[in-house]
């Protein structure tokens, strides 16, 4: 690199203004506010006309879903309300460790010990 040729901006020299306008939203800010629009709908679940969020539509439908029987439904509808289930996996089991010999004869650590006296 040539540092004779790095110069600072000057003020009619500037980078152009990069990213987001300032005032423009988040896309999860655009997601939560038309999931927060009320329009009076038929409830998926008992077919009655209602007042609903697009989030409780969409939500209902889940439900709907899974009351006929679509266990992925069921299953987002779960971990959703409950949070998916921890796994616990038991570190402390014994483990036994067999070495088998180039006859392919399996030894376990006894004779190990023994073959290294």
């Given at each position: 690199?040539?540092?004779?040729?790095?110069?600072?901006?000057?003020?009619?020299?500037?980078?152009?203004?990069?990213?987001?306008?300032?005032?423009?939203?988040?896309?999860?800010?655009?997601?939560?506010?038309?999931?927060?629009?009320?329009?009076?709908?038929?409830?998926?679940?008992?077919?009655?006309?209602?007042?609903?969020?697009?989030?409780?539509?969409?939500?209902?439908?889940?439900?709907?879903?899974?009351?006929?029987?679509?266990v992925n439904a069921y299953k987002a509808l779960m971990d959703s309300a409950y949070g998916k289930p921890t796994q616990y996996i038991d570190t402390n089991q014994d483990i036994t460790v067999h070495y088998i010999d180039?006859?392919?004869?399996?030894?376990?650590?006894?004779?190990?010990?023994?073959?290294?006296?």
């Open positions: 690199m040539n540092e004779q040729n790095l110069k600072p901006f000057s003020s009619e020299n500037q980078p152009k203004n990069r990213g987001r306008k300032p005032g423009s939203k988040n896309r999860s800010t655009i997601i939560r506010e038309w999931l927060d629009v009320e329009q009076v709908t038929e409830n998926p679940v008992t077919g009655e006309m209602q007042r609903l969020t697009v989030e409780e539509q969409i939500t209902l439908s889940m439900v709907k879903k899974a009351l006929l029987g679509d180039d006859d392919g004869m399996v030894m376990d650590e006894s004779m190990m010990a023994e073959l290294a006296h």
